[in-house]
Structures are given as structure tokens and as C-alpha cells.
């Protein structure tokens, strides 16, 4: 394949994975396909040649969220020297403005099998985040209650879908991620325990765990 046709193709996946993550953030998962084509400005049809069902849309979104996520990981942990300013510095910028992380997005069915290329980017995802945290922790920077699931759910709160630009939703996710951070410090008694590995799995490839 040529350089051209490959730089190509990853634009329109760029594009179509940016379209579907707002349409099915705004109108759920029984949103048209067309919706997604025409707010990315391509055709229905290839579409559904690139991504043949809703499924592997999503899969490919949340795919992208966990690229990010690990992308901004690994920068974090290269330019910050202090262990504190690492993790503080990487939650801001999962947060700023129209990136991809924490959109609360639709769950899938539960008979959806996610592909290899899915669960080993959670998995390398997952490892780097524990060691922010874990970083953090045997500094005595943050409080040692806290576990890398409890920063990745964090996500999915501080990004709540509201009616009005994603601007200001910035401007507030940039506002209370600050106030969390602050929060990681106090070595006050938390009301309930964090989630485990095995439940944050579960709610990450939205299984009931029935």
C-alpha cells in the first residue's frame, strides 16, 4: 500500500471515529449510521465498507480513546521528573478540549467479541496508568487508597454530556479535574471501596458481571 493511500486512510478513520464519538455520546447507540457519515462528511456506503456493523464502530472508538490515553501516558511519564506533577500533568491533558478520553459513550451488546488488537491496548492502557499512580504513591505524593481504575472511571465522570460547546465543558473538566487532583493529596477516609481489576473489565467491555 502506498504511503499516500495509508495517510488517507488513516485521516478518514481519524474523521469517521471523531464523527461517530458525538453522535453516539449526543444520541445513543440507536443513532442512524447516516448521522455518523454525514457529520463526517463521507458517504454512507463506506462507512459501513470500513466498519461493517454499529459494533465495530464503537469497538473502533473506544480503540482511539485508549490510544490517546496511553499516548499521553507515556508523555507524562517522559517529561516530568516529579512523580505527583506526572499524574497531574497526564489527567489534565486527557481532559482538554476535543480530545477523545471519557466520552460516555453507549454500551455494546454483551455477545460483542472484542478483538485482540482491543484488549491489548486496555491492557497496555491499564499498565501505564498503574504506574503513574503507583509512582505517585511510593513518593508519598498521593494517598495510597487510590488505584489506576479509580483514575480511568474519574474520566467518565468529569466528561458528563452537557447542552453547551464542548468549550465550556472544557473549561469545566479543566475546573474540576483540578479540584480532584487536589483531592488525591488529603489522606481523608474515602465512604467506599475503588474498583478492582475484574470490575473495571467488566464495565470497560460492558459486561453486567452476572
Given at each position: 500500500m502506498g504511503m499516500a493511500l495509508i495517510r488517507n486512510s488513516a485521516a478518514y478513520d481519524d474523521q469517521v471515529i471523531a464523527a461517530a464519538r458525538m453522535v453516539f455520546a449526543e444520541q445513543g447507540f440507536a443513532a442512524p449510521m447516516s448521522e455518523v457519515a454525514r457529520r463526517a462528511?463521507?458517504?454512507?456506503?463506506?462507512?459501513?465498507?470500513?466498519?461493517?456493523?454499529?459494533?465495530?464502530?464503537?469497538?473502533?472508538?473506544?480503540?482511539?480513546?485508549?490510544?490517546?490515553?496511553?499516548?499521553?501516558?507515556?508523555?507524562a511519564l517522559?517529561?516530568?521528573?516529579?512523580?505527583?506533577?506526572?499524574?497531574?500533568?497526564?489527567?489534565r491533558d486527557c481532559l482538554e478540549e476535543n480530545t477523545p478520553v471519557g466520552t460516555v459513550l453507549p454500551p455494546l451488546d454483551e455477545g460483542h467479541v472484542?478483538?485482540?488488537?482491543?484488549?491489548?491496548?486496555?491492557?497496555?492502557?491499564?499498565g501505564l496508568v498503574d504506574r503513574l499512580v503507583t509512582e505517585a504513591q511510593d513518593a508519598g505524593a498521593i494517598r495510597k487508597d487510590v488505584n489506576w481504575a479509580d483514575i480511568l472511571l474519574l474520566f467518565k465522570h468529569l466528561n458528563p454530556n452537557l447542552p453547551i460547546s464542548e468549550h465550556r465543558r472544557a473549561e469545566f473538566r479543566a475546573r474540576y479535574v483540578s479540584i480532584v487532583i487536589e483531592g488525591l493529596r488529603s489522606d481523608s477516609e474515602l465512604?467506599?471501596?475503588?474498583?478492582?481489576?475484574?470490575?473495571?473489565r467488566r464495565m470497560c467491555d460492558n459486561r453486567s458481571g452476572r
Open positions: 462528511g463521507v458517504g454512507v456506503a463506506s462507512v459501513y465498507r470500513r466498519y461493517p456493523s454499529k459494533q465495530a464502530l464503537m469497538e473502533a472508538v473506544r480503540i482511539a480513546s485508549f490510544d490517546r490515553i496511553i499516548q499521553l501516558a507515556d508523555m517522559a517529561t516530568r521528573n516529579d512523580p505527583f506533577s506526572a499524574l497531574a500533568t497526564f489527567m472484542y478483538s485482540e488488537e482491543f484488549h491489548r491496548l486496555q491492557n497496555k492502557m491499564a465512604p467506599a471501596p475503588g474498583p478492582g481489576e475484574a470490575e473495571w
